[in-house]
């Protein structure tokens, strides 16, 4: 069975630019969580979509947004990037929305922000 | 506040040399901790969920036990193929977060 996928792999942006990170998750799963993760430091929350809706959001500012389709895929979108977005973007997918629910990760997208 | 600590930051064994990296958590109510395995550049990779203190999960060289204030991933006989970071992990009040610490580098030597 295909894992979760995630697209682009790598990325290069400029600052000020918007960039759309994709993902598709392990099918049957309804749950889509996106995480930040700098060098050196485990993923940060960013957002949970379960069923199409949000339902958690972490400390991150409002050019951060995402949404999840009726495929249950989800898109990630930062807008105004700056140097500090340059990080591994990670989208994990769970069958529910459960405390206890393992959530289970892609390979993630590389993103440079120059 | 949830938080999530590891130890140590990173970890050096020679072929062999069991040895144990260590989770501690403060949140409220546990509700399951998650450890995963990280190689550089790819993502987390999930390896044990622990629910109730006293419990023990077991995949070859590896194994997790729980407390009611911390976790430990047992590494018996390491290989360097177990060369990685290894993050534990534990849900938020709400369910819709996984709290990670910043995780244990692991180096196996020949």
């Known amino acids: 069975d295909a894992g979760v996928t995630q697209s682009p792999t790598h990325l290069i942006k400029t600052r000020g630019q918007q960039v759309t990170l994709r993902c598709s998750p392990i099918s049957g799963h309804k749950s889509v969580s996106w995480y930040q993760q700098v060098l050196g430091q485990g993923p940060q929350f960013i957002f949970q979509?379960?069923?199409?809706?949000?339902?958690g959001r972490g400390n991150f500012p409002d050019r951060f947004s995402a949404r999840q389709f009726p495929n249950y895929s989800s898109e990630l979108n930062v807008n105004a990037l700056l140097l500090g977005d340059s990080a591994l973007y990670l989208c994990?997918?769970?069958?529910?929305?459960?405390?206890?629910?393992?959530?289970?990760f892609g390979p993630g997208t590389r993103l440079l922000v120059l | 506040e949830d938080q999530v600590t590891q130890s140590p930051e990173a970890l050096r064994l020679q072929e062999g040399e069991s040895s144990s990296l260590n989770c501690s958590y403060t949140v409220s109510g546990l509700r399951g901790l998650f450890w995963y395995r990280q190689d550089p550049g790819k993502g987390p990779e999930f390896l044990f969920t622990l629910y109730s203190a006293g419990e023990e999960k077991e995949k070859e060289r590896l194994k997790a036990t729980l407390t009611k204030k911390e976790s430990f991933l047992h590494i018996t006989a390491p290989k360097p193929e177990d060369s990685a970071t290894y993050l534990c992990?534990?849900?938020?009040?709400?369910?819709?977060?996984?709290?990670f610490g910043k995780g244990t580098t692991l180096s196996v030597s020949s």
């Open positions: 994990a997918s769970s069958s529910e929305q459960r405390r206890q629910e393992t959530q289970y």
């Open positions: 992990a534990v849900p938020n009040q709400a369910g819709t977060a996984l709290i």
């Open positions: 979509y379960y069923e199409k809706e949000e339902r």
